[in-house]
């Protein structure tokens, strides 16, 4: 029997509204259960397209999407999380969910994660654009040639595998937290996927 | 200023399975907050149609569907509420719906709506056949005799008029808090929609 808490994935698409609310809780509540936590970005268009989609969702299903936008606004203030509904959406998440990818393993991804979210969906920024991920770069104290790094051939592999593992585990939505193979899906589960890692396993 | 709280309507379809783990939970909730509850039982069959869905988002969708199932199961372990996977889905509300349109000011109106809903996902049984909803009213000591009460050209157009209703609230799915016109769906809101409740309004 392993004691131990088991590492908790979580898989997001900068581009999704229940993303950012989960993206700016996850990390906390894992610090304090004593859950490690890795980052696993990657991209929900193919994910879509595999069901039919070409859109998402919320853009498919105007009723579904008008209530995410209320419900968005009233998560954010319950929170206390910036939010300024974006002008365009979905907004393109490749280039900050490369980066992302390339520094998943550091211990200020969380931070580059939280801003980039923000930028989204709290300051209606383009996200998908150099100088925006850059400054933001520039704002941690990283160098912005990572995305240089980032979108060089011999990187951009990762999120390609990320987004094709997400197809593998059957993934349809996000956010996603992954708990030895369980899948917990949507910014109401968070609390319950932190708990089920420190589940006795056997 | 009113201090009171305001009511609550909590909108569902018997064939809907997070109805069902809502449905269990809300009156208790309400009640420990001083909520009054008003059930509002609904189709979501024409409110599917509307979407373009000719079928169950779950059926529609079938990775949604999978996930569903295992939520389910892992949240009625949860709470500790009966579960057996349904042989069919979604299964005809129609008929216990009407009953619960008849009985919905009733102080045993929960106790019924908990009773089919237990059969359906609990007990897997034909919650739509008028056998098992004359028992269910039976183990209740209520007559079976409301059956056909429901049934009556003077009552039918009570679950119409619901269903015409939820339609005009721009609802897509079940189960649905509404309080003072905010609309707060799926089981993971319904906290949040008694603390709304309770919420002073102008």
Redesign the interface.
């Known amino acids: 029997m392993d004691l131990e808490p088991a590492v908790l994935d979580f898989w997001f698409d900068f581009a999704s509204t229940y993303s950012y609310v989960g993206a700016m809780q996850i990390e906390e509540l894992c610090r304090a259960a004593g859950v490690p936590i890795r980052w696993k970005p990657f991209l929900l268009g193919p994910i879509f397209a595999r ?1 039919g989609l070409r859109d998402s969702p919320f853009n498919v ?1 105007p ?2 999407g ?2 995410m936008w ?2 968005l606004e ?1 998560l954010c203030h ?1 929170h206390g999380f910036p939010w300024r509904q974006p002008t365009r959406f979905p907004r393109s998440s490749t280039l900050p969910a490369r980066v992302a990818c390339l520094i998943a393993d550091e211990p200020w991804c969380g931070d580059f994660v939280r801003r980039i979210f923000v930028a989204n969906f709290g300051e209606d920024r383009e996200i998908g654009e150099l100088p925006v991920v850059a400054k933001i770069l520039e704002e941690l104290g990283k160098p912005s040639e990572l995305i240089g790094t980032a979108l060089d051939e011999s990187h951009r592999g990762l999120l390609r595998t990320n987004t094709a593992q997400a197809d593998a585990l ?4 996000a956010p996603n937290c992954i708990v030895n193979g369980e ?1 917990f ?2 910014e ?2 968070l609390a ?1 996927a932190v708990e089920w890692a420190r589940r006795p396993s056997a």
């Open positions: 069901q299903y009723r579904r008008a209530y209320r419900d009233r319950k059957e993934l349809f939505g899948i899906w949507g109401e589960a319950d």
